[in-house]
C-alpha cells in the first residue's frame, strides 16, 4: 500500500507560482511511475505531469508545456509540481497517483494509476 499527501495548494494571483509536494509512505516512490492530475468542478479528472521512476523522463499535458515542472527526490520520497505562471484556468483541485505501470502513452491515463492522494486546491484569481 502506498499513501500520498499533497500539499502547497492556496490561493494565487493570475501570473504567481505555487509549488505542490506529493509526500509518499507505506513504500518507496522509486518503485513507481508518478503523476499530477487536476480536476476542475463539473470536468473530468486530466493529466497535468507524469515524471519516471529515475525521474529522466517527464511529460506534460498541452497545458502545463512552459510553465509547469515535474520532478522527484526519491530518497526523501517526495514529488514536487513547480507551477508558474497561474492562470484563472488552473484552477482545480490537485492530485497525485502513483503506477507501477509502463512509461509509455498510459502515463497520460488516470485510469492506470493505482494510489491516490486525497488531493490539494489551487485557485487562480483573475
Known amino acids: 500500500q502506498v499513501y500520498l499527501v499533497e500539499s502547497g495548494g492556496g490561493l494565487v494571483q493570475t501570473g504567481g507560482s505555487l509549488r505542490l509536494s506529493c509526500a509518499g509512505s507505506?513504500?518507496?516512490?522509486?518503485?513507481?511511475?508518478m503523476g499530477w492530475f487536476r480536476q476542475a468542478p463539473g470536468k473530468e479528472r486530466e493529466i497535468v505531469a507524469a515524471?519516471?521512476?529515475?525521474?529522466?523522463?517527464?511529460a506534460y499535458s498541452d497545458s502545463a508545456k512552459g510553465r509547469f515542472t515535474v520532478s522527484r527526490d526519491n530518497p526523501k520520497n517526495i514529488v514536487y509540481l513547480e507551477m508558474n505562471g497561474l492562470k484563472p484556468e488552473d484552477t482545480a483541485a490537485f492530485f497525485c497517483?502513483?503506477?507501477?505501470?509502463?512509461?509509455?502513452?498510459?502515463?497520460?491515463?488516470?485510469?492506470?494509476?493505482?494510489?491516490w492522494g486525497q488531493g490539494t486546491q489551487v485557485t487562480v484569481s483573475s
Open positions: 515524471i519516471s521512476r529515475g525521474g529522466v523522463w517527464t
Open positions: 507505506g513504500r518507496t516512490l522509486d518503485n513507481y511511475i
Open positions: 497517483a502513483a503506477t507501477q505501470g509502463l512509461w509509455d502513452g498510459r502515463v497520460y491515463n488516470p485510469s492506470e494509476y493505482t494510489y
